[in-house]
T-cell receptor
Framework: DTEVTQTPKHLVMGMTNKKSLKCEQH?????MYWYKQKAKKPPELMFV???????INESVPSRFSPECPNSSLLNLHLHALQPEDSALYLC??????????????FGEGSRLTVL | KNEVEQSPQNLTAQEGEFITINCSYS?????LHWLQQHPGGGIVSLFM???GKKKHGRLIATINIQEKHSSLHITASHPRDSAVYIC???????????FGKGTKLTVNP
């Protein structure tokens, strides 16, 4: 199984809603990532979890809250988002935390629209 | 910080043509990633390479560490190859990747 599975594929939410994005991998990878991608732009790193501990937070606003319940799962909790947060949210995993040491596997993404 | 430049930004080809996409970076690295993204879709890792050349089907990636340059070649291009191709390199010894701006490839039948 070489897949990273993201749910939901599409999400529409209001600015007062609370929702979550989920990401799952069963490749035994110990590093998991959240990226945000706006149209026609490269992905921007948001968070990195390495061995289930948050190792990088790229100064992401607190309305985005990551969680890594175990080595296979990564959640992104969303609360009080703004319309400018509408984007494709991509999850990725790699065997270890360094992109020098292993291939990155990406999910299909969750397309978020904030009204 | 590593700077990554890709060229061309946009590329249109006829089916069957040989395609080359280039990537240059400013700081020495231990590995480089080539990624593919279809419109509206997720990202697929095509190659991770640290030296020489790798081949997978009709795709070939090469890297010249001394010249800080990599190329992605597609032989016998097909309309399903139409996608954005992104080059990415690690930033220092961190867990971050620095992405190029991507090359949008359109292959016409």
């Amino acid at each position: 199984d070489t897949e990273v599975t993201q749910t939901p594929k599409h999400l529409v939410m209001g600015m007062t809603n609370k929702k979550s994005l989920k990401c799952e991998q069963h490749m035994g990878h110990r590093a998991m990532y959240w990226y945000k991608q706006k149209a026609k732009k490269p992905p921007e790193l948001m968070f990195v979890y390495s061995y289930e501990k948050l190792s990088i937070n790229e100064s992401v606003p607190s309305r985005f809250s990551p969680e890594c319940p175990n080595s296979s799962l990564l959640n992104l909790h969303l609360h009080a988002l703004q319309p400018e947060d509408s984007a494709l949210y991509l999850c990725a995993s790699s065997q270890r935390g360094s992109p020098s040491s292993g291939e990155l596997f990406f999910g299909e993404g969750s397309r978020l629209t904030v009204l | 910080k590593n700077e990554v430049e890709q060229s061309p930004q946009n590329l249109t080809a006829q089916e069957g043509e040989f395609i080359t996409i280039n990537c240059s970076y400013s700081v020495g690295i231990s590995a480089l990633h080539w990624l593919q993204q279809h419109p509206g879709g997720g990202i697929v890792s095509l190659f991770m390479l640290s030296s020489g050349k790798k081949k997978h089907g009709r795709l070939i990636a090469t890297i010249n560490i001394q010249e800080k340059h990599s190329s992605l070649h597609i032989t016998a291009s097909h309309p399903r190859d139409s996608a954005v191709y992104i080059c990415a390199v690690p930033e220092g010894g961190s867990e971050k990747l620095v992405f190029g701006k991507g090359t949008k490839l359109t292959v016409n039948p």
